[in-house]
C-alpha cells in the first residue's frame, strides 16, 4: 500500500515547526527518524494531511554537559549516541542500549527523541530513561515544561506530550563515579524487538548495594520501573539468593502481550532472566 496524499514541511527552526503545528492542529503529524511513522503511514494506519519533518532544526540536536547532567537534543541519533565521548564516560548505559537498538541502518537514521515520543512498549530508550532517572523537556505554543520520565508513559502510544507540544531534549543526571550498568535484552535476531530486556544501574558500598535501578522493557503497555526489586535490593549484598529474589520481583509486575516472540510465561520468565543478568554485569563494572 502507500500512504495517502499528504503535505510536506521541513520547517528550519522550532518556533516554525510549533506554528505549523498549531495552523493544521490533529491533521499534522511529526517526523523524526520515520521508522515508526512511515510504516505505519503505508498501511495507512496513520493518515496525516501534513507531515512536519524536524530534521533540519539543528537547536533539536546535540549532547552537551550542563553542571551535574546531560542535555541530548531530541533529533541526535542513535549513532551519534553510541560514538559520544561524553556519553562512554558520564552515561555508559545509554551507549550500551542505543548499541542493541536495531541495526546500523536504523541507527544512522533512528532519534532518541523518535523513540521516546513514540512510546511503543518494544522501544528500548524508555526503560534506559527510567533507570536513568531522566527528564524530558516539552515545548508547546504556551512556553516550555519539564517533566520526569518516571509517569510521562501512560500506555501503549501514550504519553504526557499534549497536542502541539513537541519533546526538544532530555536532560539526565550523572551518576557518581563507579556506578555499575547494564541493558540485557533478549531478542530473536538482529534488528528485532526484545522479546523482554532490563536496564540497570547499580551502585555498591562496601560490599552491598547501597542503590539499585531496575527498568523493563516490552514486558507492560509501558516500560517497568522494577520499584519492589529495587527497594529489596537496598543494603544487601548481591549473591545468588538477592539477585534470583529481586528477579522473582520484577516478573512479578510484568504483564506482557503474547506475540511471536513468546507466551506470556515466556516472557515474564525471560523479564526475569534478563533482570538477573543485567544485575550480575552491573556488579561486575561497579568500583
Request: net charge neutral; glycine share 10%.
Amino acid at each position: 500500500m502507500i500512504p495517502r496524499p499528504f503535505e510536506y514541511h521541513a520547517p528550519s527552526s522550532l518556533p516554525d515547526a510549533l506554528l505549523l503545528m498549531s495552523r493544521y492542529g490533529e491533521e499534522a503529524k511529526l517526523l523524526a527518524g520515520g521508522h515508526s511513522l512511515l510504516p505505519m503511514m503505508k498501511l495507512r494506519f496513520a493518515a496525516p494531511g501534513h507531515l512536519i519533518d524536524l530534521g533540519k532544526i539543528g537547536e533539536l540536536k546535540g549532547i552537551e554537559q550542563v553542571g551535574s547532567e546531560i542535555r541530548i537534543g531530541a533529533m541526535t541519533t542513535e549513532n551519534e549516541l553510541i560514538w559520544s565521548p561524553l556519553l562512554a564516560q558520564k552515561l555508559p548505559l545509554l551507549v550500551e542500549g542505543a548499541g542493541l537498538i536495531s541495526d546500523p541502518q536504523v541507527r544512522y537514521r533512528g532519534t532518541i527523541g523518535g523513540d521516546i515520543a513514540h512510546a511503543d512498549p518494544g522501544n528500548d530508550h524508555p526503560a534506559l530513561m527510567l533507570a536513568l532517572e531522566a527528564s524530558f523537556v516539552l515545548q508547546g505554543a504556551n512556553g516550555e515544561r519539564v517533566v520526569a520520565a518516571d509517569g510521562f508513559f501512560l500506555g501503549l502510544y501514550s504519553t504526557l506530550l499534549q497536542p502541539g507540544e513537541v519533546l526538544t531534549q532530555i536532560r539526565i543526571p550523572i551518576p557518581p563515579p563507579g556506578c555499575g550498568w547494564c541493558y540485557a535484552k533478549l531478542k530473536r535476531k538482529t534488528g528485532d524487538f526484545a522479546a523482554a530486556a532490563a536496564a540497570v544501574l547499580l551502585r555498591m558500598k562496601a560490599g552491598s548495594v547501597e542503590e539499585a535501578r531496575i527498568a523493563l522493557t516490552n514486558v507492560g503497555p509501558t516500560p517497568l520501573k522494577a520499584r519492589a526489586a529495587q527497594t529489596y535490593l537496598q543494603g544487601k549484598a548481591l549473591n545468588d539468593a538477592s539477585i534470583a529474589e529481586a528477579a522473582r520481583l520484577a516478573m512479578s509486575i510484568c504483564e506482557p502481550t503474547e506475540d511471536l516472540r513468546g507466551d506470556v510465561q515466556y516472557k515474564t520468565a525471560m523479564a526475569g532472566e534478563m533482570t538477573q543478568r543485567a544485575l550480575r554485569t552491573a556488579a561486575s563494572r561497579a568500583r
